[in-house]
């Protein structure tokens, strides 16, 4: 019961991040190496704005998701909208960009971990056994508020629309008026701040620091490439799936073991059905 | 004389539930140029490649001689000696024009690793580099040896397609749609070409769509629609042939 | 002929206008330029691997196994210790080749993280996270009339120059024959080189054999120098090193690469080094990525080349004006 809960809270993260991941890849047909990146620089606007300046926790989320989102746009600027002819120098570059953000953090802040203090130290005790800290409960909430408004977003309003069809099919997209090049950039806006939040509302349960980025990406390409690139249903079914393996298995057993246990279940897919388990579009 | 080259038995391929080709049967003889037709969508490119082993058939067989070939995978295919083209201009543009040809030596003169590692290859590659030379001027390509492929013209460059698979020696030359694009002086040439590769011996199996164009050049030409056969006979006989005429009248009109 | 003879002769003296640090940073430079040569090969079929680093990983820690576990000579466990990485690469070849292009990249990530996370998980006999120490040393050479010591960074920057320069020119005779010219067929049009007989399979797992086992003997050099290998010495940002220098100096040549690893060393080196600012190496790195992909996508080499053509036509130029 415990293990379910710490794997919700893993998932939720995790599903924020590999979600933004598959819209970026859907809709601009590049993958983002640097995506980790943008989750440790959501973790350390927190560092910056609540724990150095204090300022209110729900405040610098918001700063974090919108920080981040422009982040985005600008890497849809300098990198991947002069490279859209060239999927895999836009993945190249996308690996210099991490480098650039990974070694500005270490010089803006150090190698050393952060800590970052609760904003609330309450536990929801559901029974002896299983307890649920209300920070992690906050990152849940919170995943599950983000993904729902996509959804509403994706499914409801024109952008929405528009980001679908040119996600499926650009030419058709071209040709009913959709400007791909706004899609590209509100998609970029949106993949990058997911990822943002997911970084700043977990920043309080984990040791903040500038390599956070490295497993986050590890397990976000596991989620997309199990859940099948392209499908954002799939990227959420994978990671509660995966993170609830990867849990168990770290529970159990130990951490490597559950790492090595979920990259072997991303090349069994790869080898299979290289389009995922619940993937419906391949685009490479 | 004429032995049966190529037996091509109840073949079938579905694409999900849609049965592009259903129950083909037709022989190829040695030493004929046989071609294939029919309107679009009657499943000649899927034959096509069924019989060059880029798909499985779902049922049937392909027989070279008295073996089977279906389903082998394309290099297993053209290992047996069924070589083919390819629609457009698919060539290693980047490559000379030598250089295409000397990889479609590849089967003739097996690279050596061991003798690439020890720098004593040159016996291996003269004789391949002859070899290719030969076929370039066969094909009239000559002038063109150190050339890049892509910057031939079209009509060159479907030439050299050829080339690189008569490279190989093959018993039999599977060519798709080889006029397409082409003007009428390229047309001509290329007519000129295959009756040369006839007279050689080659047998030559074209997929065509437009029937006017190999009226003439063909000894026998079978007929799809549907994905089935529809008729097989001489030139004269498929061209006054009702149900033909129907078939391409009835979809697009492009028998004249 | 004159350039090659220059060439020897300032590869022979480098060492000994260098400090003894310099003289260690030269030896891994020459090691890695067999490093990104071998990454190389394997580009000309047209895949990318994000594994390459692993595979070098995989020569060193069987070399440091063989000797040190099992007595194997040194000579011998790196020959055997490259041998292995060619093995292993082979191993994977089979669920590698079922992918092309993007997932291939993926998967060769995902295979090389495993294999990574197995020397950190198994503390016998990998040594766990800190990997393996005291590796032994190259034995020394005793003429009698000379002795050669190898720890000496001089003599053993020597020994790996002559070992990476006869690993050029095998990868260059293989480039330059009838298998590299297949090599490039698979690259450009893999159906076409089907359709004339080539198994593609085969020739893909043979360049990713043939690179792996000179990443791995260059990875048996390393561990044998450096006397210690441990998991993060392979980690993907070791990779992304390599990827940068191959990226940054082309791939269509074999000399492409080599001056990218070259440049971007001396540059981390002597400029970096120098100027203090040893923490900003990635981001320097980094950016340099970003630019070159953005504004010279087809690397340094093509500078080179546009050099050359044009001194040529400044020297037909004189020679015209001359007449």
């Known amino acids: 019961m415990q293990t379910g809960l710490n794997a919700l809270f893993a998932a939720a993260y995790l599903s924020l991040v590999a979600v933004g991941l598959v819209l970026i890849f859907g809709v601009m047909g590049v993958i983002n190496f640097a995506h980790g990146e943008l989750f440790m620089l959501g973790a350390y606007v927190v560092v910056a704005l609540y724990t150095n300046l204090q300022m209110p926790f729900v405040l610098v989320v918001a700063i974090g998701l919108i920080f981040v989102g422009l982040v985005g746009i600008l890497m849809e600027f300098t990198m991947f909208h002069p490279l859209r002819d060239n999927p895999l120098g836009g993945l190249v570059a996308s690996i210099g960009f991490l480098m650039v953000i990974q070694a500005s953090i270490t010089i803006g802040f150090g190698v050393r971990m952060e800590h970052v203090p609760p904003v609330t130290q309450d536990v929801i005790i559901l029974s002896e056994k299983v307890r649920l800290p209300v920070q992690r409960l906050f990152v849940i909430l919170s995943a599950f508020v983000c993904l729902t408004a996509l959804w509403l977003f994706l499914k409801k309003t024109k952008f929405g629309w528009a980001l679908r069809a040119s996600a499926q099919d650009p030419e058709a997209a071209m040709l009913q008026g959709i400007s791909t090049r706004t899609v590209s950039i509100i998609a970029m806006f949106i993949g990058a701040a997911l990822a943002g939040v997911a970084g700043s509302v977990t920043a309080p349960v984990i040791s903040v620091s500038p390599v956070i980025g490295h497993s986050v990406i590890v397990s976000a390409f596991i989620v997309i490439i199990v859940g099948g690139i392209g499908s954002l249903e799939g990227a959420v079914l994978a990671s509660v799936t995966y993170a609830f393996i990867h849990t168990v298995i770290t529970t159990f057993i130990d951490g490597v073991i559950a790492d090595i246990v979920g990259l072997s279940l991303m090349l069994l897919v790869l080898i299979i059905k290289p389009t995922g388990m619940f993937g419906t579009q391949d685009r490479v | 004389m004429e032995s049966k080259i190529l037996k091509v038995n109840d073949l079938g391929k579905q694409f999900g539930g849609i049965k592009a080709v259903n129950g083909l049967s037709f022989v190829v003889k040695e030493g004929h140029i046989h071609g294939l037709i029919g309107p679009n969508g009657a499943g000649k490119t899927t034959t096509f490649n069924l019989i060059s082993g880029f798909y499985k058939p779902s049922q049937g067989s392909v027989r070279l001689f008295d073996e089977e070939i279906s389903g082998l995978g394309m290099y297993r295919v053209a290992r047996k000696g069924v070589i083919r083209t390819f629609q457009h201009s698919t060539l290693f543009a980047e490559m000379s024009v030598l250089e295409n040809v000397l990889v479609g030596t590849h089967m003739m003169f097996k690279p050596n690793f061991l003798a690439a590692l020890i720098g004593n290859e040159r016996a291996i590659r003269d004789q391949a580099i002859k070899r290719s030379r030969e076929v370039l001027e066969f094909f009239g390509l000559e002038s063109f040896t150190s050339n890049l492929a892509g910057e031939l013209s079209h009509g060159h460059q479907r030439t050299l397609g050829m080339a690189v698979a008569m490279a190989s020696n093959p018993k039999i030359l599977l060519l798709d749609e080889p006029f397409t694009g082409m003007n009428p002086e390229e047309t001509q040439s290329m007519m000129g070409l295959m009756a040369k590769l006839r007279d050689s011996g080659m047998t030559l199996l074209l997929v065509e769509h437009d029937m006017t164009a190999i009226m003439g050049l063909c000894d026998r030409i079978t007929v799809m629609n549907f994905g089935k056969l529809l008729t097989e006979g001489k030139p004269l006989e498929i061209r006054n042939h009702p149900d033909v005429i129907e078939a391409y009248l009835g979809t697009r009109n492009h028998a004249t | ?323």
């Open chain 3, 1 to 323: 002929m004159a350039f090659i003879g220059l060439l020897t002769l300032v590869l022979i003296a480098l060492p000994h206008g260098l400090s003894y640090s310099q003289r260690e940073i030269l030896v891994v430079l020459t090691i890695n330029i067999l490093v990104v040569s071998s990454y190389r090969l394997l580009t000309l079929t047209g895949e990318w691997s994000l594994g390459h680093v692993v595979m070098m990983g995989v020569g060193a820690y069987a070399s440091a196994l063989y000797s040190k576990e099992w007595g194997v000579p040194v000579p011998i466990s790196m020959i055997i210790g490259a041998l292995t990485a060619g093995l292993v690469a082979w191993g994977l070849s089979f669920p590698l080749f079922r992918m092309k292009g993007f997932y291939f990249l993926i998967g060769s990530f995902a295979a090389g993280e495993i294999i990574r996370l197995l020397w950190k998980r198994f503390r016998d006999p990998f040594g766990g996270p800190k990997g393996i120490k005291r590796i032994d040393p190259f034995p020394d050479i005793d003429l009698g009339f000379i002795r050669i010591d190898f720890f000496d960074p001089v003599n053993y920057y020597y020994f790996t120059l002559i070992i990476v320069v006869l690993c050029l020119v095998i990868l260059w005779r293989i480039e330059k024959s009838l298998i590299g010219l297949t090599f490039h067929a698979v690259h450009w049009q893999d159906k076409l080189a089907e359709s004339a007989g080539v198994n593609v399979r085969d020739y893909r797992t043979l360049a990713l054999v043939i690179s792996s086992t000179f990443a791995g003997l260059a990875g048996t050099l390393l561990a044998h120098y450096i006397g210690t290998v441990n998991p993060n010495g392979f980690d993907i940002e070791q990779m992304v090193f390599v990827l940068t220098w191959a990226i940054v100096g082309g791939t269509t040549t074999l000399y492409g690469p080599i001056i990218g690893c070259i440049t971007l060393t001396a540059l981390n080196e002597i400029v970096l080094r120098e100027l203090g600012l040893e923490q900003g190496r990635p981001l320097i790195y980094g950016l340099i990525l970003i630019v070159s992909v953005l504004f010279m996508p087809k690397g340094l080499e093509d500078v080179v080349k546009r050099g050359v053509a044009w001194a040529q036509l400044q020297i037909v130029k004189e020679r015209t004006n001359g007449v």
